[in-house]
């Protein structure tokens, strides 16, 4: 299917101040791979995953979601095709209560409320956290909270699904619990994260980025397990591969 | 601390109000409109009145005591907001000099009659809109006024400012427990130091505002919020608005308490 | 200082009310012609903001209370006066219902009081002027700070004369506003300086979000000095026209402030207006026959300057005292008896 | 030295909102010693942090601090005996630029301009920052971020140091580095994180706490091979001993 492609070609993106955020980037991840970002502070995964959807436009270059080229008229469209978790998920969870939040994004593609309602039972049910719909999100748990912003873009139903950082302040359950999550959605993924266990654990292919350049992109377990590479790019081994 | 103490005011607030009893189950449109209603009579009477207001508690308390609302609580927050209310009242009995007979002998200036109205109005007024918020979630109270013709540009943008208070709280709170740990009562507190906390509190919000709307714009925002039809009145409701209509309409317009008073002196 | 709902009448409530609300219906619809999608969000949580900045504990040498930084001014330079007015309202709506600050029948003079003031007037009015291209930071903290003071003071003076009007405080004009004033001069002195002092922060930092926000100065462009004063000319006789008619339908307001402050009384006929529409009402009601509508008495005798108030027989007011103090016991036996019987249900 | 002794003695917390935060908390922690507080999100660790200067007073129970009892009175005392480092570097940096915001607390303690100066150049050395000290904080990197803020910290040279989450969305290099500098450190260290390899690198005991009371206290090494401990607190291994 080439449905479920994203092309970058060379991509760049300046920063309204000046920032040289992203230069000359290019890849292509098809349907149903699993790709992890990785790189220093700083690097420019953020702004990356922002052009997926079209919430930042490049300066020069394309982007195609599949077989749209992504530009302005099409933004809509292809947002409904990428979704993306944002680092934080207060950022995220922007409704006063878990279900309208859930709700949002179906709500703008014009559903029904019955199909809406269908739609949020389902996508809160898969992160387990159907029991909270009623409950305003700031009283959730750190872990909670992931989970239900993780539904509330699942309830669009992507083809693609981005993420940004997912397990940062979790601890190790609710970490665990994500990654298993992770593992059992058909979607095509990327995430950028600086856990590389996770990364290890969850995406097969892996891109990593120095100052808003692709420096390498290859199977997970050679890049992850090249230490010259890694510490060029302010980055480690993963954990569970050092040994004391 | 008392940045802490109002933090957690609101926070409890707003903890009560997702309760689920009675009165929180009532449609928050007719909870509304009777709140206004309520306080619309209150401050009708003229600023002699002050027996007549009593009957009015009745309203308050019953919500207490239905919707589960620590009562004590209530209390304390009428009491914190009073100054303003004192200090504008407690000059009417130095200047108002009429002379009242309260009994035979007994008399008062008539400052004092009206001083204490404005506190027992006062009271009434503040508990009941505090109710309102203790027995109303508050996305409650901003989908009632959307249904009751507000704009919802307005009334989307309170609800984010709802949603955002507690976030933006919490951040605020800790930086400004890493001031004052880094101030040792030297009173760092300065008005300087002040604007830098806000400027870089400022810079920090419109940060997450950028961040939001991305979020939104990746759930299909296109610039309008949706809503979801959430309300049906009720029977209960109904009886609610009746109760309250009769409540008002009797108490404001029949002395009650004076003709109790008579009934009472009559028999003995 | 906020305007409390135990010291408003009806009349005076109900119209700020009405101003009010039409001031947010009509900024609603001019900030709907020209919005930035992103400016909802911002509103909402620039709104938290404000309300977390006035939380800050620093203190303002002279005054205990929190004197709440209004932050409209601020509100208004980011967004312009639309949105920052829209932004103020639910400000004041949030501390009105958690922190009972103000009331919500008060609303309605806050709003006015807090909002109106800063955002249509002194931004437009005073700050742009002085501040002009907003290079300079010396001219901006002269605009800040005068702008600021100015919107302040005229909060307080309506502050005073919406308790005047409502007739509820005994408070002379002349005291009242010499109480008010100065504390809001000092208030608005330290509001100016941290105003000032915001915005040229942000004006080092970010200079793109000033600049970003006045993509928004068309709004302020088409708002020109003299459509704001007809503006203000306009609201200023529906004001006068509303207060002047609850003036003749509610005598002792206005001519009641007029008398302390002209120390000469003019006395109005008292059988108008809403005493008088009640007194119709229960006239109707049967089932009270004989009783005797208060308050046109009371304040009838107050007006005349009686020296003996009421003119209700010494047995009136025992009736009164103990009726009220039995409805009080009964009002609190009921609260303890339902409270009893929950236990019972529910152990 | 009684001096850096941190005790507390059934130490319960309540927020004012109702939630019992801490429950009968006791444990000494003396000269020297580095322990780290685990547990679920949740469990109150940052709470606790915030009781060992004041920033919160315990409901019930005393808090010791070397010879001082922790009272509104000893609070301003104790403050330069303890240094916090909060979770958020950006909460902590307030002051234009990196130097000031260093000096801070030295000039709060009435030290002048020759002195304050010293602490701060020897205070960003130590952090490795000290040509950082004309920038403002808010265009530093992340892990540059956490640098100047336990410089600003132990600029006030307090005896005991505590962190809450010192390594959060920090890359693996500067987590390195962070781990290093923390390993130099001769102070008592009190650090609360979900990261347990940081935690083994660092700390020599280790103390969990579930719900608000603490359900183990003892050395690192074998609480955090206790699986089955650890699991019930909805933590695991730490990576660096999980082989997959
Ligand atoms: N709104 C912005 N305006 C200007 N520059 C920005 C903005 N956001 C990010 N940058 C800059 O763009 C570059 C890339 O930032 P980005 O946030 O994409 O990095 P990142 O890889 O996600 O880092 P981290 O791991 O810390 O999340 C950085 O140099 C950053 O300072
Ligand atoms: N400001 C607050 N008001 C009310 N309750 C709070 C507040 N802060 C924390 N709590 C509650 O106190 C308990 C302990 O919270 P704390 O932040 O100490 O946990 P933690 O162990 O640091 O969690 P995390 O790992 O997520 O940082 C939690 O149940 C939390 O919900
Ligand atoms: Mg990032
Ligand atoms: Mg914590």
Chains 1, 4 share one sequence.
Not at chain 3, 212 to 238: E, G, T, W
Not at chain 3, 322 to 333: A, N
Request: net charge positive.
């Amino acid at each position: 299917m080439s449905h479920h492609i994203v092309e970058f070609k060379n991509v760049s993106f300046r920063y309204p101040d000046g920032t040289d955020a992203l230069r000359d980037i290019s890849f292509r991840i098809t349907h149903g791979e699993a790709v992890g970002i990785i790189g220093a502070n700083g690097a420019g995964k953020s702004t990356l995953l922002l052009h997926m959807n079209g919430s930042l436009m490049p300066t020069s270059g394309t982007v195609n979601i599949g077989d749209l080229y992504l530009t302005r008229q099409t933004r809509q469209e292809i947002r409904r095709k990428v979704g993306i978790v944002f680092q934080n998920p207060d950022d995220q969870l922007f409704m006063p209560t878990v279900y309208e939040d859930v709700a949002f994004g179906p709500l703008n593609l014009g559903m029904d409320e019955a199909a809406v309602r269908e739609r949020v039972e389902v996508a809160l049910s898969r992160v387990n956290s159907l029991e909270l719909r009623h409950k305003p999100p700031h009283y959730l748990s750190c872990g909670k909270k992931s989970a239900v912003a993780i539904a509330s873009v699942m309830a669009v139903e992507p083809d693609i699904l981005a993420m940004d950082e997912p397990a940062a302040n979790l601890d190790p359950k609710s970490r665990r619990l994500l990654i298993n999550m992770l593992k059992t959605f058909a979607h095509t993924k990327i995430i950028a994260s600086h856990d590389l266990d996770l990364i290890l654990d969850v995406c097969h292919r892996c891109i990593v980025i120095r100052e808003g350049m692709i420096v390498a992109d290859g199977p997970s377990k050679e890049i992850l397990s090249n230490q010259a590479l890694l510490e060029e790019n302010n980055l480690e081994l993963p954990l569970s591969h050092q040994r004391d | 601390m008392t940045f802490d103490k109002e933090y957690y005011n609101i926070g409890l607030l707003d903890r009560l109000s997702y309760q689920n009893t009675f009165v929180h189950r009532l449609d928050p449109r007719i909870k509304l409109i009777a709140t206004l209603l309520y306080l619309f009579t209150v401050i009708s009477f003229s600023k002699y009145e002050v027996v007549e207001l009593f009957p009015f508690f009745l309203y308050p308390v019953l919500l207490i005591t239905l919707g589960e609302i620590p009562l004590l609580f209530i209390i304390k927050k009428v009491v914190l907001v009073s100054p303003f209310a004192i200090f504008v009242g407690i000059f009417n009995p130095f200047l108002d000099t009429g002379r009242v007979v309260l009994m035979q002998e007994l008399t008062i200036s008539a400052g004092w009659i009206s001083f204490f109205s404005i506190l027992v109005k006062f009271t009434l007024t503040v508990s009941t809109a505090l109710l309102l918020v203790t027995t109303t979630s508050f996305p409650g109270v901003c989908h009632a006024l959307r249904q009751l013709g507000v704009p919802s540009l307005f009334v989307s943008q309170l609800l984010f400012l709802y949603r955002y208070i507690f976030v933006l709280m919490e951040e605020t709170m800790r930086i400004v427990r890493a001031r004052d740990m880094r101030s040792y009562g030297r009173r760092g507190t300065g008005i300087r130091i002040f604007v830098r906390l806000v400027g870089i509190l400022f810079l920090r919000t419109v940060e997450r505002a950028e961040r939001i709307y991305y979020a939104m714009l990746s759930r299909g925002f296109q610039g309008d919020m949706p809503t979801l039809k959430r309300f049906r009145i009720t029977a209960s409701d109904l009886g609610f608005a009746a109760f309250v209509i009769a409540f008002l309409f009797i108490f404001r317009f029949y002395p009650v308490s004076e003709e109790l008073g008579r009934f009472v002196q009559g028999v003995f | 200082m906020h305007m409390a709902d135990a010291l408003l009448s009806p009349t005076v409530g109900a119209t700020m009310w009405a101003c009010s609300m039409a001031a947010i219906g009509y900024s609603s619809k001019q900030l709907k012609k020209n919005i930035d999608n992103k400016t909802i969000p911002l509103m909402g949580v620039l709104g938290a903001f404000i309300f977390a900045a006035m939380m800050i504990n620093f203190t303002i040498p002279g005054t205990g209370s929190s004197g709440h930084m209004g932050g409209g001014m601020i509100l208004a330079v980011i967004l312009g006066p639309y949105a920052a007015f829209l932004v103020m309202a639910s400000v004041l709506i949030v501390q009105a219902l958690f922190f009972a600050d103000g009331g919500l029948l008060a609303l309605g003079c806050n709003i006015w009081n807090l909002g109106i003031y800063p955002c249509f007037l002194a931004y437009p009015l005073i700050y742009n002027p002085i501040a002009g291209d907003g290079t300079s930071n010396r001219r901006i903290a002269i605009a800040s700070i005068v702008s600021v003071l100015i919107a302040l003071q005229l909060g307080a003076c309506s502050v005073v004369m919406e308790t005047l009007l409502s007739r509820k405080s005994e408070l002379p004009f002349g005291t009242f506003v010499l109480l008010m004033q100065p504390i809001h001069l000092a208030i608005g002195l330290v509001e100016g300086f941290v105003t000032s002092g915001i915005i040229t922060y942000v004006k080092k930092a970010r200079p793109e979000i000033l600049q970003s926000s006045s993509a928004y100065r068309p709004l302020d462009a088409s708002i020109s000095v003299k459509n704001v004063l007809v503006a203000f000319v306009i609201m200023a006789v529906i004001t006068g026209g509303a207060l002047s008619w609850f003036a003749s339908t509610h005598p002792d307001g206005l001519e009641w402030s007029i008398e302390k402050v002209t120390g000469k009384a003019e006395l109005a006929g008292q059988e108008q207006g809403i005493a008088h529409a009640l007194k119709g009402i229960q006239g109707k009601t049967a089932f009270l026959p004989d009783y005797n509508f208060k308050p046109s008495v009371q304040e009838e005798s107050k007006e005349k300057k009686s020296p003996v108030w009421p003119a209700i027989d010494a047995g009136t007011s025992v009736a009164g005292i103990v009726g009220g103090g039995i409805v009080l016991g009964l009002v609190l036996l009921i609260g303890f008896g339902i409270r009893f019987f929950k236990r019972k249900t529910e152990p």
